[in-house]
């Protein structure tokens, strides 16, 4: 079992910036893709960055976040600039071990959110 935490979200006003950390414990060894998801209310999950080998980014956040790990730390991290308040929702990461990414359900874990709200 993997076991994945984030935090870092909160209240922060349009143009501003927020760093998203997801700390992993358990078996880390049997996945090799970290994926960030959003959810805003009303709507399904959408998928926000992915890490693997490589990296990939949804259009709506490329050039604004930057997705990262840090081995020694079982830590990814997810740093969101120039926020705008279509970016408010809850931000899960999932990990997972395979080669595809995009889609929320080939994810075996999931940690359990952290809200981010922009303010315009």
């Known amino acids: 079992q993997v076991q994945l935490v984030e935090s870092g979200g909160g209240l922060v006003q349009a143009g501003g910036s927020l760093r998203l950390s997801c700390a992993a414990s358990?078996?880390?060894?049997?996945?090799?893709?970290v994926g960030w998801f959003r959810q805003a209310p009303g709507k399904e999950r959408e998928f926000v960055a992915a890490?693997?080998?490589?990296?990939d980014y949804a259009d709506s956040v490329k050039g604004r976040f930057t997705i990262s790990r840090d081995n020694a730390k079982n830590t990814v991290y997810l740093q969101m600039n120039s926020l705008k308040p279509e970016d408010t929702a809850v931000y899960y990461c999932?990990?997972?071990?395979?080669?595809?990414?995009?889609?929320?359900?080939?994810?075996?874990?999931w940690g359990q959110g952290t809200r981010v709200t922009v303010s315009s």
């Open positions: 890490i693997s080998w490589v990296t």
């Open positions: 999932a990990a997972r071990r395979g080669s595809s990414y995009y889609r929320a359900a080939v994810y075996d874990y």
């Open positions: 358990g078996r880390t060894v049997s996945t090799n893709i």
